[in-house]
């Protein structure tokens, strides 16, 4: 059983490399259009509306955080391109798939939400590193260590993390059921507390 941390820090401390106006290209799951997603998370942004700390994350940059390539200034865009191309034929092996988003997990930094099945979300992600590593000497992140999940909110501070578990604890919220049809590389950044993103390319599954 996964213990409940007692105290929230804050996530969007700057990690090496980042900082103002830096961005990242990276593969994500997105959730436009997903109408349950999003309904599932407003019930949780409205739970939660009377805790402290916490950042709500608005449909829009709702996602499932896959494998990242590098900084853009970092990365020859050939290689991104050719990435693309190899991480197509890798995924057009895969089929669509349906998960589902159920009970959230408190972490010290975010409301985590994990996926079942996960079992198709790591063999994306792994299509995703074997196409990276087609094109580049080294595929950046360890391959260890993944957690599917998909965040509702994220903290923005240090305090106690009584308040926002008893709020989970009160709320029962209906699973929300997606479908995965495709993975999307987009140019990241966290220049305003929070994950945006403009889309680079989208690679259909199957």
Known sequence: MTT???HMRNHWW?????NVGRRFYTWHLTFGGQMDVHRFAEEYRTALAGTEGLDPIPDQWLHLTMQGIG???EVDQADVEAIVE?????????????????TPILDPEAILVPVQPDGPVRAVRNAIRAAIGDVL???????EGFRPHVSVAYSHG??????IGQALDVTDVPPAAARVESAELIVLHRDNRMYEWEPYARVHLG
Do not use: C, N, Y
Request: proline residues 12%; without cysteine.
């Open 14 to 18: 700057w990690r090496p490399g980042w």
């Open 71 to 73: 900084f853009i200034d």
């Open 137 to 143: 000497p080294e595929v950046p992140e360890k391959a």
């Open 4 to 6: 409940r941390p007692e």
């Open 158 to 163: 240090e305090g106690q993390a009584g308040s």
């Open 86 to 102: 190899a991480a197509r034929v890798r995924l057009a092996a895969i089929p669509a798939f349906d998960i589902t988003l159920s």
